[in-house]
C-alpha cells in the first residue's frame, strides 16, 4: 500500500513539476554598459542626423525659390520675345517649372521616407545642379 500509494504521489509530483518549471519565464540579463552606450550612440545618431536634414532642406529650399523667381523671369522675358522664339522658349520654362517641381516632391517625400541622408542629398544635388545649368544655358541665350 506504501508503495502504491508513493507511486501515485510521484507519479502526480513529477508530472506538476516539469509543468511548472517549463512555464516559468527565463531569467532576464542585467542591463549592461554596453547597451547603455548603444542607446545612446542611436539617440545622439538621430539629433546628428535632424540636424543634419534641417540643413540641407533649408539650403535646398532656398535654391528652389531662387530657381524658381528665375523661372519667372524668364517668363516675363519669354513674352518680349518674337513669336517663334517665345514658343520655344516657353516650353523650355514649362520643363524647368516641371522639374523644380519635381525637387520640391523630393524633399517633401524624404520626411515620409527612411532612406540614407548621404545617397539622397548626392542624387538631389546632381538633379539640382543640372537644373540650375539649364537655367544658366537658357538666360544665355
Request: charged fraction near 25%.
Amino acid at each position: 500500500m506504501k508503495r502504491t500509494f508513493l507511486f501515485i504521489v510521484l507519479s502526480i509530483l513529477l508530472p506538476a513539476a516539469q509543468i511548472l518549471t517549463g512555464c516559468m519565464p527565463a531569467k532576464q540579463n542585467p542591463i549592461t554598459n554596453q547597451d547603455i552606450t548603444a542607446e545612446q550612440n542611436d539617440a545622439d545618431n538621430a539629433v546628428a542626423f535632424a540636424a543634419a536634414w534641417k540643413a540641407f532642406k533649408t539650403e535646398a529650399e532656398i535654391k528652389i525659390m531662387h530657381n524658381e523667381s528665375r523661372i519667372a523671369h524668364m517668363r516675363v522675358n519669354a513674352k518680349k520675345a518674337v513669336k517663334t522664339l517665345a514658343l520655344l522658349y516657353e516650353q523650355d520654362i514649362a520643363v524647368f517649372e516641371q522639374k523644380n517641381d519635381e525637387l520640391k516632391r523630393m524633399i517633401e517625400n524624404f520626411e515620409n521616407s527612411q532612406s540614407d541622408l548621404s545617397s539622397f542629398k548626392r542624387e538631389f544635388n546632381i538633379d539640382l545642379h543640372g537644373l540650375e545649368e539649364k537655367l544658366n544655358e537658357l538666360a544665355v541665350k
